[in-house]
Nanobody
């Protein structure tokens, strides 16, 4: 079965760092674009970072977050530095491709930034 399993979330103090992992199985990981989204209570889903099958990537949080992937391990990572309380959210891993159109979502991992 297809699975995307996020891990690495937890409680961290402002200014701290976390690295999230998303382990994929049940599909050809190297053929999918990968991305991280987050959703805070009462807010809409927000794109955090994306990395393509080519390795090209975009990070949307002022250089504080960096996405990477290891195709040999079927894993995508999100390195988060200089964390702020506003970063508190459930972080979701997404796998997607256009042809044929397929999207998979993980269940999410909670990140709480608080003193």
């Amino acid at each position: 079965q297809v699975q995307l399993v996020e891990s690495g979330g937890g409680l961290v103090q402002p200014g701290g760092s976390l690295r999230l992992s998303c382990a994929a199985s049940g599909f050809t990981f190297s053929s999918y674009d990968m991305s991280w989204y987050r959703q805070a209570p009462g807010k809409e889903r927000e794109l955090v970072a994306a990395i393509l099958v080519t390795g090209g990537h975009t990070n949307y949080k002022e250089g504080r977050f960096t996405i990477s992937r290891d195709n040999a391990k079927n894993t995508v990572y999100l390195q988060m530095n200089s964390l702020k309380p506003e970063d508190t959210a459930v972080y979701y891993c997404k796998a997607s491709r256009r042809v044929p159109s397929v999207t998979y979502w993980g269940k999410g991992t909670l990140v709480t930034v608080s003193s």
